[in-house]
């Protein structure tokens, strides 16, 4: 299964799942492309030394979010892409973009949706003193970090965890759920039904 993953930043969710692919943990899933909004970003250039394709085209050279991501989805198209992974995309999907890859895109967030949503959900997390926080993957819909749940892994709050420990307990948590999650897709194993995502057996 021919997968895209979108990163706009440092990229190490990126790197968990190239790692994973290298290990044959992706099921049969293969990344055909990696793509951003900002050519810059540490990610991408984890891509590019990783041999992968890359798109990499800055959104403030698009008029729209609409043109931005007829371009992508052009990028998408001609590399075969059956599954989107968002992994740090800091945009907003256009809604046609969520409309023509619907039940094919994934996101991971964290903390445990649906609390703490938005773009600092570490730090909200920690800030609102909360014992257990952790993290999400889950379908993408037209809202913010809204749609089916496909898996939750909890990361306790310690109380001599500075924000800085409690990152680092989050993303090595992320590098662990996220290929999985992957994996499982490739095999054809999330069924969703409303808001519900089963895990089938194989
Ligand atoms: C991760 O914490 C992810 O949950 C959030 O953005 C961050 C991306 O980190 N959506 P990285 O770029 O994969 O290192």
């Known amino acids: 299964m021919n997968i895209a993953v979108l990163a706009s930043g440092n990229g190490s969710n990126l790197q968990a799942l190239i790692e994973a692919q290298a290990r044959g943990d ?3 899933g293969k990344i055909v492309l990696a793509a951003g909004d900002k050519p810059g970003a540490l990610a991408l250039k984890r891509a590019i030394k990783a041999g992968i394709k890359v798109f990499a085209e800055d959104a403030a050279a698009f008029g729209t979010r609409e043109e931005f991501d007829q371009a992508l ?3 998408l198209e001609r ?3 059956e599954l989107v992974v968002l992994a740090g995309y ?3 999907l256009s809604p046609a973009f969520v409309s023509s890859y619907e039940g094919r895109i994934i996101n991971i967030h964290p903390s445990l949706l649906p609390a703490f949503k938005g773009t600092h959900g570490i ?3 920690y ?3 909360v014992k257990v926080t952790g993290v999400t993957v889950h379908f993408v819909d037209v809202e913010l970090d809204n749609g089916p749940i496909i898996m ?3 990361v306790p709050v310690s109380e001599d965890d500075t924000l800085e420990t409690l990152e680092e307990k989050i993303h090595k948590a992320e590098h662990m759920i996220y290929p999985e999650a992957v994996r499982l897709f490739a095999e054809g194993r999330l069924s969703v039904k ?3 995502v089963k895990i089938l057996e194989l």
């Open 90 to 92: 800091m945009r907003l």
């Open 79 to 81: 590399a075969g892409v």
């Open 152 to 154: 939750q892994r909890e």
């Open 194 to 196: 409303g808001r519900k």
């Open 123 to 125: 730090k909200d997390a």
């Open 73 to 75: 989805m052009g990028a």
């Open 26 to 28: 992706l099921g049969g």
């Open 127 to 129: 800030d609102h003193g």
